[in-house]
Structures are given as C-alpha cells and as structure tokens.
C-alpha cells in the first residue's frame, strides 16, 4: 500500500537530481610566475589574455615562457589564478626615501597605510615601470593674483608669505607668495629653477631666487629674499645666473601678488590699497583668478581636467573649509603606456577630511579614494610643506575630521621640475602645484637574460593554492622548469607535492628549456627528456610533455619557443567542454595544440616509445594534420588504472561531486534513511556518468554491513564506491589476411 493513504487517490513525488549532475570540474588552472606588473603573493583570477596583459603586463625577454604558458592555457578557456612571485629585488619606486616593497594591497594595509613612511607616495605594483609615475596634486591653492605696479621711488616692494593683508572693503587674507614675472630677450644659456640669481638694480647687484624658466616663451620668474632688495627692477636690466644671461624686455615686468582668502571674505579688486611688510601701501592694478593659469604640465592648465577646489559639500555643512583636492597620475616617460606624458588616471574632488564624503555618502578621503580605486599608486603620506590656512598649522593638518577646519593649501618649497628637462612653466617654487615623480622601482635580477626567482619563493606562491578547502583549482601549470636539473627538479617537486596533498588537481610540466631548445640531434634530446623526467617523483596527479612550440610573440615582434605545458592542461581543459573530462585529451579528435608554428623538437615513432614507457606524453607534428599531443598517461611509475589521464580526471570529477553529497550529510541523522537518501543522490549521478561513457559499471555500498552500531556510535558514516573506469585506445594492430579465391571468410576469420 502506498505510504500515508488510507483511501485511493493519488500522491505526486519529486527528486531533484539536478544539484548534483551537472557538477564536474570548474576549469580553472594555476601558475606562479615572475611577471612585470601586478600583486606579489595574491591570487587574481585572468579569464583571458586580454586580462592577463592589464593586470601583470606584456611579455619581455625575461619572462615570456612564463607568460606565454599562462596565454596558452587561456587560449583554450577557462579561468587562471595567477600569481605574481616573490623576490629580494623587487622594489615600489616611491618619491623620496629607501624605495620599499609592496606586495599587494593587504601588505599596504598592514605595513605601511598606517605607519610612518619616509615617503609620500608609491606605485602600486613592484619593478621598474613604477619609475615612469609622476604625481601632480592641486588644492584651492591661492584666490586671487593682484598686479601691482612698480614702485615710484626708493627700494622694490617686499611682501613676505603668510603676512596678513586686508583692506578697508573688508577682504582680507594671507600672502600666498609674492613673484616677479619677467619677460626677457638676448638669452645666452638656460637658467636653472632654484639656483641663486644676479641682477643688476641701480648699478649694484643684487641677489634673487629663480622660481621658474620659460625658455619657450622667454619668461623668468623670480622671489626676492628675506629682506627685499634695494633698487627698482626696471626694463633693460641684465639676469646673471654664473654663465647664464638675459636682458628685462620693454615692458617686461609684471608683480603678482598671490592672496589666500580668509573663510568668507569677498574678493580683492583693483584700486584696493593694500601694505608690504614694510607698511609701504600699493593699489591693485588689476586682479585675476590664479585658478586659470595654473598648470600641471608645461602647456596642461588644471582648468582642463576640472573647475578648482574648493570646499565639499558634506565639509562645507560641517563648517570646514578648503578639503578638495585632484590629483593627476601621469606616465612621466612613456614606459607604461607607450606615450611619454600620457594621463593614466585622475582623482577629482577628493577630501583632505578623514570624514569627507561624497554626493551619495561614499567616503571622499583622498588615501582611501586612491587605495579603493587608483590601479597605479599607494598613498603613505599627507604633504608637510603647506601653507598654514590658520594661526596653527595643526588646526588645518591634512587627515583630521572636516568639523569648523580650514585646512591648510598646498605651497612647495621646491616644486614641479624637471618635467620636462629640468624645469616648467608654473609647476615652480612657491607655486599650489606639486609633483612627486616616483624613483627607485626595481624589477627580477636577470641571469642568462631570464628572471631570477628562488625556488623557495615559487613554492610559496604556489602554496597560496595548496588549501582544497578555499582555492577551487583543477590544473597546476609548471611554465619553465627550471635554469638546471637541480633546480628543476627542486621546483617540480614541490608542484607535485601539492597536487599529491591536494588530490583533486593535476600538475603539468614541460622537460627543461636547455633539453630541447637548440640541440639539433634527437636523439640527444630524447636522452635528455628521459633522463630529466627520470629523476622526478611518481605520481598520478602529474602529466610530463616532450614539446616546446614556437610562436609569435605580437608583443615585441619575435618569434620565441615556449613550453608546452599550458597547452596540454587547456587541452584536458578544452576536452572537457568538446566532450566529457574522462575522454582523452590526446589524438586527432581533441589533442592538436593551438598556436604552434613548429615543434623545436617532434619525435619519430622509436623516440615515442622510448618516451612513453618513461611516463612522458610525445607532442608530435604530423605533416597536414597538425601539433598533436600523442599520449595520455600521467606520471605514475607502475601501471595502475590512474596511469592514464583520463581514468584520473574521471576521479578527481566523481570524487568533487559525490564528496560534496557527502558534505551535505554532515549532522544529519546517522540512520538507515539517510543512508538511502545518499544511495538516492550518488547512484543516480553514476548511472550518468556511465551513460556519459565515463565507467563501465559501478556499485555503491552504503548499509548496515559497512555502518556498523559501533561506528554508528562513533559519529562515522562509510560509503565504499566501487567504479569500472572506461579504458581509452592506446594501440591498436590492424591484420590484413589475404585469402584465395573459393575460400569462405568464415573459415579464416577464426
């Protein structure tokens, strides 16, 4: 009688199948590699080649059979953890200071966002493309720039930074920076920002210092010292700068007075009568915004990236004054871009407030807007050469809250030069524009024109996948294997100790570079492969290849040879879209490799035996039919089922599935019920793998028999799955029996 009905009727049923059928493998491979961007020691998951060169950059001729291999396997799908490597000579370039290293974003985080550094910025990622960086940064800087005329008679006006100015409209506000801009003619030699200047005032000289040079448009920029200068500079006077000379132009001189408004003055204008320090009162000729003429680069004015700083939003309500910032990334010297001067990102807007925030109440704190979003530079710390907005520097310091602060503006002491040549129009002294230009990254030492990496600091990348439980992996690729023996052999043995741990991955691995590559006899070769492969360990989690491929290398116009190790594992990879994962990867069906020009060595039918009975996997070129890899055996030392790929990836597919229906088992009722619910899921799932030709038969025992009441008291569940795997074709014998005439077939065929 059908269960719970006591009179007829109908009782629906369901079972779902489906969390469990359609699981198999994720497709997903592993390397760790010496690339010349990017983290150190993080997991970043590339799904194509596209994603590779954003993330870890472009090939060199120190790298590419490690690039190359992990292109390989992209080519074919899927997804590759990658993994930048470790190395003593890696190195941040930062803008002054002991450049450091950075690994990754958690090591910034933990080191040095909160410490104090000896410099103020860094590039994100280690080596020596940081070094192209420059950092240009501008705040609200100075309001107003007040012409004034020359004085009547007697000495030069001196107005000295951070003197109070105030007139009776009621502006009032602090001296920004006083400079005379002097347009000059009969230039011999190129003057020098920073450096003591000579020029002649009243038939004496006097000493002045250079704030910037224009030479393109003859504009010399000068501060007075402490003091002033006795005399009038007028037109025709001679710039001496030691060999250097110039002569002022007719009408040539222009006074600009730089003024930082207090909070809620109005502006100054022209005909307002303000004092130097010498109580010498002058009226404005003129006034315009210092805004408008600021620029970042010779010719680039800040206006063109966006309006002018001035005070957020969300400070604003909370009574502070003067937060914003931009901040403009540049790649100085064109080697990250290709384009000397190309903008790689711009910060707009950001808050010197710690508790700034933006339209939608995101925070606006600039550390933090870089950290989250620039992919080129760290901040470590805030600029210390600023102009105090407020009787005490402390009460406008950068990284406070924004409640009733003026915070201080930016003011150099030394300035943007040398972009480029040594010097710039307004990036000077003085000036709101600050350049920080990155120095000091430093990339793999070299060795034979390859990078050098320990094998120690390999294993620990690799080591970051070794854990089944958080990394998902399926394929472990070896790139290159190694300079020698020694360290090829320490190198693979390590890859196939986690895979051996790990047992739900395979390790893929190519014979050493100087085995193959350049030997143009094969039988040397084929000893060379024998012999290699020979002294690493057995394991059924391991497939060993004979080939290195050539290619063409689109990024820097070569052809190169490279390991095929990546191409075998997107080949499993590539079977198990095209098919199932426990079909062979080898053959003309499924085994021809992508991208292979030539083989730098194809071995003929005696070196393949020879290969094949030493566990190594022939990649072989057949004339019009391709590259093809021409075996499927793992790296096992004996013969076993597991010796074959494909009865191994038929493992590691049934063992992820029905070890995941196990999991679910986990704290549920050890009883015969569940028992038969597990023997409900896994069955089911068998039978189609079956029909999928994946085994020939298979039993699953799950009762009392092997759950004993002891074990049962214990807590301990026992499943023994039993499998037939499908064999695949390896050799076949084809007899040709020719018979006279009159002769039934029937007769012979036995």
């Known amino acids: ?38 983290p150190v020691e993080e997991i970043i998951e590339i799904s194509n080649e596209r994603g590779l060169v954003e993330r870890f950059g472009k090939p060199n001729d120190n790298n590419f059979e490690y690039w190359f291999t992990a292109a390989q396997f992209l080519a074919y799908g899927g997804v590759l953890k990658t993994i930048r490597v470790n190395s003593t000579s890696l190195k941040n370039a930062v803008d002054s200071g002991t450049a450091p290293l950075i690994k990754n974003l958690q090591e910034y985080e933990t080191t040095f966002e909160t410490a104090n550094n000896n410099f103020k910025w860094a590039a994100r990622t280690a080596g020596a493309k940081g070094n192209s960086i420059g950092i240009f940064v501008t705040d609200a800087g100075a309001d107003q720039i007040g012409v004034i005329p020359a004085p009547g008679s007697g000495n030069e006006y001196e107005f000295v930074a951070d003197a109070a100015l105030s007139v009776t409209s009621g502006a009032a506000g602090k001296v920004f920076k006083y400079s005379i801009v002097l347009t000059v003619t009969t230039v011999v030699g190129d003057f020098a920002v920073g450096t003591a200047t000579t020029i002649g005032i009243g038939g004496s000289n006097e000493s002045v210092n250079v704030l910037s040079w224009d030479p393109a448009n003859k504009k ?43 909070k809620d003055s109005i502006d100054f204008a022209a005909a307002d009568s303000v004092a130097d320090t010498n109580s010498t009162a002058v009226a404005i000729t003129s006034v315009r915004t210092d805004y408008a003429e600021r620029e970042y680069l ?51 807007g950001v808050s010197k407030a710690s508790d700034g925030k933006t339209s939608v109440g995101e925070t606006n704190y600039y550390p933090e807007v870089i950290k989250q979003r620039s992919q080129y530079i760290y901040w470590a710390e805030h600029e210390s050469g600023t102009f105090a907005a407020t009787a005490t520097a402390a009460d406008g310091n950068w990284g406070l809250a924004g409640a009733a602060r003026q915070f201080n503006l930016l003011r150099s002491a030394a300035g943007s030069v040398d972009y480029p040549a040594g ?28 990078y050098t990496v320990s094998n120690a600091d390999i294993a620990t990348a690799y080591g970051l996948i070794s854990d089944p439980e958080s990394q998902t992996v399926d394929f472990i690729l070896g790139g290159p294997s190694g300079a020698d023996d020694a360290a090829a052999i320490a190198k693979v043995t390590s890859l196939v100790n986690i895979t051996d741990e790990r047992k739900d991955c395979i390790a893929f691995i190519s014979p050493r570079r100087g085995n193959v590559v350049g030997i143009s006899n094969t039988t040397t070769i084929t000893d060379n492969i024998v012999n290699f492969f020979d002294q ?116 590691l597919t049934i063992e992820r599935v029905i070890s995941g229906a196990a999991r679910s088992q986990l704290f549920e009722q050890n009883d015969e019920s569940q028992r038969s619910l597990f023997l409900n899921i896994v069955e089911p799932y068998l039978r189609d793998v079956q029909g999928r030709r994946g085994v020939t038969d298979f039993l699953v025992k799950c009762d009392s028999d092997n759950n004993p009441p002891e074990a049962v008291d214990r807590g301990e569940f026992y499943a023994e799955i039993y ?28």
């Open 723 to 750: 499998v037939k795997p499908t064999r695949t074709i390896n050799y076949i014998t084809l007899t040709f029996v020719a018979t006279r005439t009159g002769v039934a077939f029937s007769e012979v065929a036995n």
């Open 1 to 38: 009688m059908a269960a719970n009905q006591l009179s007829p009727g109908v009782v629906v049923q369901e079972r779902d199948l489906t969390t469990i059928t359609t699981l198999s493998t994720a497709n997903i491979g592993a390397i760790a590699a010496p690339f010349e961007l990017g």
């Open 536 to 651: 690493l360990p057995s394991s059924s989690y391991t497939v060993f290849d004979s080939g290195y491929k050539y290619i063409y290398d689109k990024y820097n116009d070569v052809y190169r040879f490279v390991p095929c190790n990546g191409d075998v594992a997107g080949l499993c990879l590539q079977t198990t879209e095209v098919a199932e994962p426990w079909f062979s990867p080898a053959g003309f069906q499924r085994g021809i490799l992508r991208n292979a020009i030539k083989l730098a060595f194809s071995p003929n039918k005696t070196q393949r035996d020879r290969l094949y009975a030493n566990r190594v996997n022939p990649i072989v070129s057949f004339p019009g039919q391709g590259v093809v890899l021409f075996g499927d055996k793992t790296a096992l030392g004996f013969a076993s089922a597991f010796d074959r790929i494909n009865v191994r990836r038929l493992f």
């Open 220 to 262: 010399l920029e000068i501060g007075l010292p402490s003091g002033g200068v006795t005399g009038i500079i007028a037109d025709g006077q001679t710039i001496t700068q030691g060999s250097n000379t110039a002569v002022i132009a007719a009408s040539g001189i222009e006074r600009r007075l730089y003024i930082a408004h207090n």
């Open 298 to 348: 010779p010719g680039v004015k800040w206006v063109n990236v966006a309006p002018r700083p001035a005070t957020s939003l969300s400070v604003s309500n909370d009574g502070g004054f003067r937060d914003e910032l931009h901040i403009v990334v540049v790649d100085i010297d064109g080697k990250i871009t290709g384009t000397a001067g190309a903008v790689l990102e711009r910060f707009v």
């Open 423 to 450: 010097r710039t129009t307004l990036g000077s002294k003085n000036n709101a524009t600050y350049y920080y230009r990155l120095a000091g990254g430093a990339d793999y030492a070299t060795s034979g024109g390859d």
